[in-house]
């Protein structure tokens, strides 16, 4: 039987942490001309790999091991009473999965977001071609699921499905909807899209507990923690 082919790494040099001051990060990609498909995407989740765009990466940081990967475990999961209310106040919106948003109204609304709520972060300035790298859909596992108030967006979450989980990728949305919580919202419901569909975990990327930007992953529980190759529990 013919072995898999050997996978590269590269490292980026080291350059200001966009989550922790006074640190320095640097990330690990997959080789961006090794081939890619659903089953290795899903096996490199499993060892804390997050998806940008078509590139497989991880935090690679020499002095600092803050950014933690956390999987909610969905079936477990019990909302908190403040998670009841944000789900109970959504359910006017209307759910439409799209397998495209390169639309002006898509654009629009990430533009406002990351404007209005992530000026201070690396993906400001926000332009058309950064949008397209970050947001596009990868090897037939991506879907963009859109709430709407009767046609009006309100919000798009950019989500994975893999062979043992559901990964949320990205969530953006209108901020002037505050009383909303669509943060919020877009997690619930990316955890009833994962039991729907029988996949035991929700990837919510990497949890920084001294950023308040990332410390939230921690509000859905049970989760588990990928600490020295293996997933811990937490309750």
């Not at 403040?82 to 533009?111: C, F, M, P, T």
């Amino acid at each position: 039987m013919a072995q898999a082919p050997q996978i590269n790494f590269y490292a980026t040099q080291p350059h200001s942490c966009s989550y922790l001051d006074d640190q320095e990060a640097s990330t690990i990609f997959i080789d961006p001309n090794h081939r890619v498909d659903a089953e290795l995407y899903s096996r490199l989740s499993e060892h804390g790999f997050r998806r940008s765009g078509e590139h497989l990466y991880r935090p690679g940081c020499e002095n600092c091991q803050a950014c933690i990967p956390l999987r909610v475990i969905v079936d477990a999961y019990q909302p908190t009473r403040q998670q009841r209310r944000v789900w109970k106040k959504n359910q006017d919106l209307n759910i439409e999965v799209s397998e495209d948003i390169s639309s002006g109204e898509h654009y629009a609304l990430y533009e406002k977001y990351i404007n209005e709520r992530h000026y201070d972060g690396d993906m400001y300035p926000p332009s058309r071609e950064q949008y397209g790298s970050f947001l596009s859909a990868q090897w037939d596992v991506t879907h963009y699921i859109e709430y709407r108030l009767e046609n009006r967006l309100l919000g798009v979450a950019v989500t994975d499905t893999l062979d043992n989980a559901v990964s949320a990728i990205y969530t953006f949305f209108d901020p002037a909807e505050t009383k909303r919580s669509l943060g919020v919202y877009s997690v619930l419901f990316q955890i009833e899209l994962a039991k729907k569909l029988q996949r035991p975990y929700l990837y919510l990327g990497y949890w920084i507990k001294d950023s308040p930007k990332m410390n939230y992953k921690s509000q859905y529980r049970p989760f588990e923690i990928y600490r020295d190759g293996r997933w811990l529990l937490v309750r």
